[in-house]
């Protein structure tokens, strides 16, 4: 087999392409400081699309050769990365106390590989208008989600404060006060924090209330039971 195939311009084309169009999604997902951007985008974009692109071109000389015992099958790669990249994604999915992080970026990973297989395979229109529908709901569809969707995502907030009586009850009061219920909560006892004995509360909240949950934060620096807390 030649160093330099004769449709090096098409190969080297179509993995630049790949590399462009995963590498978009990925900055995106950069933006968000989420644990899968720009180059694990483009990796998996890259590598599914030479995968793609060895099913394709790569076994040239054996089918040349073929005596009639070879059996050729082109879709054996590309199952392989359609199977395998499932433990990539979950991978960057994170379930803490019920919620769950990083569904996002898993489904776009899941893209990338695909854009990086149909790239390979030269279907360039169906990539590229995939890319568009893909960036279109990143970045409008978020805009969205946080205008009209935001009840669905949580917040937690944690309170050190010093064991009394009334200590939760003074904190309930704060946020019921300034509009903000309480979805959940999670009171753990701390041991050798400081000379007093003190707990940590896990306050669970809805997302998306910023003002109200800045004057709640301040009128919990205020209280002197209050030694520490965390958004």
């Known amino acids: 087999m030649d160093f330099l195939p004769h449709d090096y311009a098409v190969i080297a084309g179509r993995l630049l392409l790949a590399a462009l169009l995963s590498g978009m999604i990925g900055v995106e997902r950069e933006s968000k400081q989420q644990a899968a951007g720009l180059r694990t985008h483009l990796l998996v974009g890259t590598g599914s699309c030479l995968m793609m692109i060895l099913s394709v071109t790569g076994f040239d000389v054996f089918i040349q050769n073929d005596d009639g015992t070879i059996r050729y099958d082109p879709s054996r790669i590309p199952s392989y990365v359609i199977s395998g990249i499932g433990f990539l994604g979950a991978g960057t999915i994170i379930v803490q106390r019920g919620s769950v992080r990083g569904l996002t970026t898993a489904a776009s990973i899941w893209v990338a590989a695909g854009l990086g297989l149909v790239t390979g ?32 995502r949580q917040k937690e907030i944690l309170i050190i404060a010093e064991d009394r009586e009334d200590t939760f009850e003074k904190i309930s009061e704060l946020f019921e006060g300034s509009g903000i219920p309480i979805l959940d909560f999670q009171i753990e006892s701390i041991e050798a924090y400081s000379d007093r004995k003190v707990s940590s509360y896990i306050i669970v909240i809805t997302e998306g209330q910023l003002k109200k949950e800045m004057e709640v934060i301040k009128a919990l620096q205020c209280l002197d039971f209050v030694s520490h807390i965390k958004i």
């Open 121 to 152: 395979i030269g279907m360039y229109y169906v990539a590229l208008l995939a890319t568009v529908i893909v960036l279109i709901t990143l970045y409008v569809l978020e805009k969205l989600e946080k205008k009209y969707f935001s009840f669905h």
